[in-house]
């Protein structure tokens, strides 16, 4: 083991939790990723197969106790488009799993928890919310996410459990998913070739809190570190951008002409807030972390890391787009 110690990173394939695997490597912690698929990219540690959905609680638990690790992460998460049903086995029941595997063991591991900014719900214009917001989702993510956070919190101020939660705002950065704002207008650039690209997009008015995916990372690793038990705390940039202002700051990195067409809607939504801001004064003072990338450097090296995968993927002779 590292002199770091061990770290089970729940969802460790994923997005967020590819990143974070990466950030707490690079700290020097010896990393566990679990998932159910393995990662397409190599990621440092080694990787364990399992599908927590369909996994037992005691197997969960064999599975830690011959693991011994000295903190799990937990970035499970979903995508969109899902059932209400489908959600919540997807977002909620892999952390009521975990709670119920740790429950068994003889030496509980610290658990840092990363929750949503979903589970807010509906925020005020010009508001910012914190943990005494009270929380009213309004999606089925949400909802699933928020099941998941109470339940954590709930045996950490039972002292059945040490760690802590942080709530994530909207991510930004390499490897964001196709089905992002980020993704949907990428794709398009892409796909219109030596023309000027017409990028169609639902009506652009919200303002959410964005915040990069690998400062997030680093959140966790000082989450990880820490000592601070039974809090849940923020993790955004504080700010809230128009999501018109992502759009324009990936055209404007692309270099690719390319004019934006507001469509009336008619598509799927991830969520009907208009407006999504955190305070993460909170963070900086329990954990000392304050977000450092800006906004243009998460869409940056989204563009660098999109165009270099449609590169490797033509190489490999599949289709780019």
């Known amino acids: 083991m590292s002199a770091n110690g061990r770290v089970v990173v729940l969802g460790g394939t994923g997005f967020l939790g590819r990143h974070v695997c990466v950030a707490l490597g690079e700290r020097g912690f010896d990393v566990v990723a679990v998932a159910r698929r393995p990662p397409v990219d190599a990621i440092p540690g080694r990787f364990l197969a399992r599908d927590l959905v369909q996994l037992s609680p005691q197997e969960l638990a064999k599975d830690l106790d011959e693991i011994r690790p000295a903190v799990v992460v937990n970035t499970v998460g979903s995508i969109w488009g899902r059932t209400d049903e489908q959600m919540w086995k997807a977002a909620a029941v892999p952390t009521l799993r975990l709670l119920d595997a740790l429950a068994l ?98 009506p652009l008015l919200a303002h959410r809190d964005y915040v990069d995916v690998r400062d997030v990372a680093d959140a966790v690793v000082a989450a990880t570190a820490s000592k601070v038990s039974g809090e849940l705390v923020d993790i955004g940039s504080g700010e809230s951008t128009p999501v018109r202002t992502v759009v324009d700051l990936l055209i404007e990195r692309s270099r690719l002409p390319a004019a934006v067409v507001e469509r009336s809607g008619s598509g799927k939504q991830h969520s009907t807030e208009t407006w999504s801001r955190v305070d993460i004064g909170p963070a900086e003072r329990l954990l000392g972390w304050r977000p450092r990338r800006p906004l243009a450097d998460a869409v940056e090296a989204y563009w660098r890391e999109f165009i270099e995968r449609q590169h490797i993927t033509t190489r490999k002779g599949e289709p780019s787009a």
């Open 105 to 202: 063991l003889s030496e509980r591991p610290r658990m840092v928890h990363l929750g949503s900014v979903l589970e807010y719900g509906r925020m005020t214009p010009g508001s910012t919310a914190g943990a005494a917001t009270v929380a009213r989702p309004t999606s089925a993510y949400g909802r699933a996410k928020l099941a998941a956070t109470q339940a954590v919190l709930e045996r950490m101020e039972a002292g059945e459990l040490e760690g802590m939660v942080l709530r994530v705002s909207n991510l930004a950065g390499p490897g964001s998913p196709d089905v992002s704002l980020l993704g949907q207008v990428a794709r398009q650039l892409l796909a219109a070739g030596e023309r000027p690209a017409v990028v169609r997009l639902d």
